[in-house]
Every structure is written in structure tokens, then in C-alpha cells.
């Protein structure tokens, strides 16, 4: 069974930081995709951010210039780096990665609360 192991949220001020780490259980490079998603409080789930194995990347447009998403093969490690954070990107952050073989493998993380408040 594969796991994605999320770390780094918390509170957070306005215009603030924060970096999301996401550790899968299996090597990185056998993973197609790699995205964050988010759910506000009352809210669906979102796309923030997503990067493939060729290092293709696809950012929201509500995040677009703030937040940026990268890859560590040596630390078999996904990042979000959180930057100029607003109230409106407080929810839970979570890690989902796409497995091919012959068929489709969608794993999914347990989430970590990200709150932005001053």
C-alpha cells in the first residue's frame, strides 16, 4: 500500500510562508504526477498545484506567482513553497500522486491544516 507522508503546515500571518513537504512510500520517480490540493472549511476540494516526472509543471491561477511546486529525487520528496499567503488559502493541504502501470493508481495523503491568521 502506498502512503504519502505530508508535513509542514500550521499558522501562518498574512504574507507569511510556509513549505509542504510530501514523502511518498515508494520511489518518486515511479510516480506519473504528483499534485497538492486543498479544502477550505464548507468548501470542495481544489487543484493548487501539480509536477510530473518530466518536470512539467501546472500551478492554479489562484495561487500563480505565490506558491510553486518542485521535486527532490534524492530526498524522494514533493514540495509547496507557500509564499505572500493570504486568509482565503487557509484548508487542508493534501498530497495526491498518480501511478501508471497497466491501470490507473490514485494515492491520497491524510492532509495537513494550513490556517493563515493574523
Known amino acids: 500500500q502506498v502512503r504519502l507522508v505530508e508535513s509542514g503546515g500550521g499558522l501562518v500571518r498574512p504574507g507569511g510562508s510556509l513549505n509542504l513537504s510530501c514523502e511518498p512510500t515508494?520511489?518518486?520517480?515511479?510516480?506519473?504526477?504528483v499534485a497538492w490540493h486543498r479544502q477550505s472549511p464548507g468548501q470542495q476540494r481544489d487543484f493548487v498545484a501539480s509536477i510530473t516526472k518530466y518536470g512539467a509543471i501546472n500551478v492554479a491561477d489562484t495561487v500563480k506567482g505565490r506558491f510553486s511546486i518542485s521535486r527532490d529525487s534524492a530526498k524522494n520528496t514533493v514540495y509547496l513553497q507557500m509564499n505572500n499567503v493570504k486568509p482565503e488559502d487557509t484548508g487542508v493541504y493534501y498530497c495526491?500522486?498518480?501511478?501508471?502501470?497497466?491501470?490507473?493508481?490514485?494515492?491520497w495523503g491524510q492532509g495537513t491544516q494550513v490556517t493563515v491568521s493574523s
Open positions: 515508494i520511489s518518486i520517480n515511479s510516480l506519473l504526477v
Open positions: 495526491n500522486a498518480v501511478k501508471i502501470t497497466n491501470r490507473r493508481d490514485d494515492y
